[in-house]
Nanobody, 124 residues
């Protein structure tokens, strides 16, 4: 049984940092492109960041470029998202995602597995 466990969300002030983590089990982690989507209140789920299964490339939404950094540790089946300079518009539920052999810019409709989501709230 495949599981993606999202952790690390919380409530912070604008300008603060948070680090999300996603631990995967039940799959061959090195075969999966990993990343995060987010869904804000009343909004559709949107792509945030992805890192290719090979680790050779990453992709970021324009809204987070320069502030967020994704990394993966294949030995620990873990992917991390370092979020700096957080803004109120980053407030959302963040969902870890896995797509086997996918490109770094994850496609919502091609995600194979989802985490349960973790809430990030940024106040001004």
């Amino acid at each position: 049984q495949v599981q993606l466990i999202d952790t690390g969300g919380g409530s912070v002030q604008a300008g603060d940092s948070l680090r999300l983590s996603c631990v995967a089990s039940g799959l061959t982690f090195s075969h999966y492109t990993m990343g995060w989507f987010r869904q804000g209140p009343g909004k559709a789920r949107e792509f945030v960041v992805g890192i290719k299964w090979s680790g050779s490339s990453t992709a970021y939404a324009d809204s987070v470029k320069g502030r967020f950094t994704i990394s993966r540790d294949n030995a620990k089946n873990t992917v991390h998202l370092q979020m700096n300079s957080l803004k109120p518009e980053d407030t959302a539920v963040y969902y870890c995602a896995a797509d086997q052999w996918g490109g770094s810019r994850l496609d919502l409709n091609k995600v194979d597995y989802w985490g349960q989501g973790t809430q990030v709230t940024v106040s001004s």
